[in-house]
Every structure is written in C-alpha cells, then in structure tokens.
C-alpha cells in the first residue's frame, strides 16, 4: 500500500528550530512536497525535492532521501505565523498529476 | 498572492440547487484540478484535466460536473448536493515541473 507519516501536533517557541520528520511508502517515487496551510485557508507550496539532498528557501529548507523515504523541513527563526498545519506529499513514479498526502503535521508556535 | 483565483469565496446552497463555482488561472498551466477537502484532513483529488480534456476522475458523483472551457478557466457545477459534501473545494493548476499550485478555495455548506 502507500503510506505517509508525519507528526499530527508539534509545539516550538518563537525564535527557535522546528524540524518536522516526513516517511513515505509509496509505489515508485517522482518528487515530494511539502505545503503550509493556516487554519481556514488554502495550502500554499513551499518546497520540491526530487533528488536527494538539503533544498534551502529562505527560513525553510526541505531534506530528502530516497534509500530511507525519508524527507524533513527545517523552520528557522519561528514567527507566530508560522503557526500552520505542514503537509507532505509524494508523487508517486506512475503520476504526473496525482499526489500521495500525509494527513499533515500542526505546529504551534508558542512565545 | 495566488494566480489562481477561485469565485465565489463562500457559497450556502439547498439540497435542489443548481450553482457553479469558477476557478481561473494565468500562469499558462496545461493541468487544472479540482480538490475537496474536509476539516483536518489533507485535500481529496476529484478530478485533473490536461490540455483541456479530462484526464482523471477519482471516481466522483456525477452530482459534481467539472467542465474546461478552455485553458484558463475551469468551472464544477454542482446539483443536488447532499449535506455531507459542504467542504472547501480547491481549485489548481500545474506547469511543467508539475507543482500543484492552489487558489484559495470556495467554501461550500449544503443545507
């Protein structure tokens, strides 16, 4: 089968490092995503990896690695905005179009 | 800002209505999508059309009716829904890296 997993609920403080830990099983592989998404809102792109390695944006940086499926965000300098729901996706080999979701990870961000 | 723009924002609809909600993009994507998505969880593929055409229906009622004008617009009529469909329907496009780009949703509630 596919399977994603993530945390369901990660707390952290304002300024600090918040990496959120993202395992797939998927049929194949061809990219992974990772979205934000505040309460009552749309989600919104933030990275794609689809070799492995660190791909850094700003505050954000997504890992990968295939052998493991295993990928990472990293969330430097915590704003209270950051304060979202973090979602992973695969894309599986077969797929131009459709994506394997986890059922996302909220962060709360404390002061 | 999104450049998929997404009318209406919040649509309150009985069971015998018929109503549309429109999704418009200007980012020259040649696939557009149609998500629901229900509290809590992650965004449910509906459906994909490719170059205009329908590519993908994830087995959907036909009480929901996507249609494609042409490659910017992308239009799901909706008739005799059910309560249970009252979700934010997310419309999307994608380019040739094939990231799934979102509008901001319309928000549906069937009484």
């Known amino acids: 089968g596919q399977n994603i997993d993530q945390p369901t609920e990660m707390t952290a403080t304002e300024g600090a490092i918040v990496q959120i830990n993202c395992t797939y099983q998927?049929?194949?592989?061809?990219?992974l995503f990772w979205y934000q998404q505040h309460a009552g809102e749309a989600p919104t792109f933030l990275s794609y990896n689809v070799l492995d390695g660190l791909e850094e944006k700003g505050r954000f940086s997504s890992f990968l690695s295939r052998s493991k499926g295993y990928s990472y965000l990293l969330l430097k300098e915590l704003q209270m905005k950051d304060s979202a729901s973090y979602l992973c996706a695969v894309r599986p080999e077969d797929s131009n179009y459709q994506l394997i979701w986890g059922a996302g990870t909220k962060l709360i961000i404390k002061p | 800002d999104t450049e998929v723009t997404q009318t209406p924002k919040h649509l309150v609809m009985g069971m015998t209505n018929k109503k549309s909600l429109k999704c418009e993009q200007h980012?020259?994507?040649?696939?557009m999508y149609w998500y629901k998505q229900k509290a809590k969880k992650p965004p449910e593929l509906m459906f994909v059309?490719?170059?205009?055409?329908?590519?993908i229906n994830e087995s959907v009622p036909s009480r929901f009716s996507p249609e494609c004008p042409n490659s910017s617009l992308l239009n799901l009529h909706l008739h005799a829904l059910q309560p249970e469909d009252s979700a934010l329907y997310l419309c999307?496009?994608?380019?040739?890296?094939?990231?799934?780009?979102f509008g901001e949703g319309s928000w549906l509630t069937v009484v």
């Open positions: 059309y490719s170059y205009e055409k329908l590519s």
């Open positions: 980012m020259g994507h040649r696939a």
């Open positions: 998927t049929s194949g592989f061809n990219g």
């Open positions: 999307a496009s994608s380019g040739t890296r094939n990231t799934i780009y």
